[in-house]
């Protein structure tokens, strides 16, 4: 059997923290210290485009030690701030973008519902 894999992390208010790393996680390439509160797993980070610019970025998320926030799985997203002008045929390219989008993210959260239901 394998030892569960754990990571160390720097903290501005304990230290190095050791912690259970899960199977999805990243990883945490260049640690800058945070609070032991804000030390969060995140998953690879998946794009969703339109034209090749950026809409939003969605990844499995997880801060274990959070004082305020949930401690379990969850999807993070983060939305671009995309702006542009746009014709009538870049409009529906961009609402095809986002109806695009919205299937990935629902196939997101077909992923991520195993994973709440105890797998890491």
Do not use: I, K
Not at 30 to 49: A, F, I, K, M, V
């Amino acid at each position: 059997m394998n030892a569960p894999r754990t990571v160390t992390l720097p903290t501005h208010d304990h230290g190095d923290v050791t912690l259970p790393e899960p199977t999805w996680c990243a990883g945490h390439p260049n640690p800058r210290p945070q609070y032991r509160t804000d030390l969060t797993h995140y998953g690879p980070e998946h794009r969703l485009t339109f034209n090749g610019e950026p809409l939003f970025a969605l990844m499995l998320a997880q801060s274990p030690l959070s004082e305020r926030a949930g401690r379990e799985v969850s999807a993070y997203v983060e939305e671009s701030g995309y702006t542009g002008s746009l014709d009538p045929t870049g409009l529906y390219g961009l609402a095809a973008a986002l109806d695009a989008a919205a299937d990935q993210m629902r196939a997101f959260a077909d992923q991520l519902s195993p994973l709440l239901g105890g797998g890491r």
